[in-house]
């Protein structure tokens, strides 16, 4: 299946590619390019690849126990190049069209090296739309005649070369084990009650209050009051590598003010977060969330406004799982690939989509903790029940 074109059913998608793999064992079957997309009717579970698209993209499912994960589309940057079309001087374009040379090559190289972090969190294969134009689509990277090449070889041939060169190295290490104790590797109280400075006792990333934070009252002692609008605390630098290692955040909130999203804790990427550990105005629950992926908090449905909860959001690239804790407890959980790699810092109470900040936190944040782990179940529950005692300052 491609999409939902056609499709009558989850359940017949599945049987039909039972069905093509009993015919022929020895191949791959992908039951249903583009599971995510277009009035698909969802995910069978069947053959074994999942396949999402995603304009521009690249898509980022991740594998599960027995079917590798691929990016079946992505791209679609057109370019027109008169008189090396057939029959339309517009067409499908995906939404954003190129005018030069340079440009389609700006736009093919940068969209593809997303693929290279990608590559290291299992996924296995992807697909650019496309090759050559064709009737009613003038993304290729060639023209329908095949006379003109729309994009320049040598930067296009090295960022593929990057990609293929990753995804031979992915899974070669092993997730690194991170450092022990539920300190973390900072550890940002948010206690002080005065002043700009936001002291981390865990490591060496003191946080800045901006945009009118203030101090508050706060479940162990103090918190950073947040007015939803402009107010955050900015680490000044990324602290986690969430390319290569697992890692938790952790956080005691209050909501003020549950009309938009609100970010509790982030890593600045190119275009968006690396990460949010989040309340989802949308699904009206505490998240952990990628760019296009959520653990939504389901099990204890929607947070109160002016109540204090415990927040864990971890990720572990060894099952590709996103999860969400709340006071203790799993909450919500979902299988993703990130996208993002951080370009700027570590922030408290805001996010950043589509290139600017967003989402800022309406209430209180206390008792930040970053790891460079995911933190087990038992870590989690010792966590929410009482703060460890703060360390030596390194």
């Known amino acids: 299946m491609n999409e939902g074109w056609g499709e009558w059913s989850k359940a017949a998608t599945g049987e039909l590619a039972d069905a093509v793999k009993k015919q022929d064992p020895s191949r791959l079957v992908d039951a249903h390019s583009g599971v995510n997309c277009c ?77 290279v972090q990608r590559a290291s969190c299992g996924l296995s294969g992807s697909v650019y739309t496309q090759v050559t134009d064709v009737e009613g689509e003038l993304n290729g990277l060639l023209t329908y005649d095949r006379k003109v090449v729309k994009v320049l070889p040598g930067p296009v041939r090295e960022i593929n070369r990057q990609v293929i060169a990753a995804g031979a190295a992915a899974g070669g290490t092993d997730v690194p084990p991170g450092t022990p104790g539920l300190a973390g590797v900072s550890w940002w109280p948010l206690h002080q009650q005065s002043g700009t400075v936001a002291a981390d006792v865990a490591g060496g990333h003191d946080g800045t209050l901006k945009g009118g934070a203030t101090w508050t009252s706060g ?4 918190a950073v009051q947040l007015d939803g609008r402009t107010g955050y605390v900015d680490t000044g630098a990324p602290v986690l590598d969430t390319e290569k290692g697992d890692y938790s955040v952790a956080a005691w909130v209050r909501l003020d003010d549950k009309g938009h999203f ?13 990460f949010y550990l989040q309340y989802s105005q949308a699904d009206k629950r505490f998240a952990f969330s990628f760019s296009g992926a959520r653990a939504l908090a389901d099990t204890i449905g929607e947070p109160q406004a002016g109540k204090w909860y415990h927040l864990v959001g971890s990720y572990s690239h060894r099952d590709g799982t996103l999860r969400i804790h709340v ?24 996010g950043k989509y589509n290139g600017g900040p967003v989402d800022h936190w309406a209430g209180a944040i206390a008792d930040v903790h970053a790891y460079d782990r995911a933190l087990s179940g038992a870590e989690v529950a010792s966590l929410a029940a009482h703060e460890p005692t703060a360390p030596t300052r390194r």
């Open 39 to 115: 009035a698909s009717k969802g995910d069978s579970g069947r053959g074994d690849i999942i396949d999402f698209h995603d304009y521009h993209g690249p898509a980022n499912p991740a594998p599960d126990a027995t079917r590798a994960s691929v990016d079946g589309e992505h791209g679609g940057y057109s370019y027109v190049v008169p008189g090396h079309i057939l029959g339309t001087a517009g067409g499908q374009d995906y939404g954003d069209a190129a005018t030069s040379t340079e440009e389609l090559t700006k736009a093919y190289v940068e969209n593809t090296r997303k693929l």
């Open 219 to 222: 479940p162990n002692g103090g």
């Open 262 to 274: 609100s970010t509790a804790v982030s890593v600045d990427g190119g275009t968006s977060s690396v």
């Open 327 to 350: 006071d203790g407890t799993e909450a919500g959980s979902t299988r993703a690939c990130n996208g993002e790699v951080p370009s700027g810092n570590l922030v408290i109470g805001r």
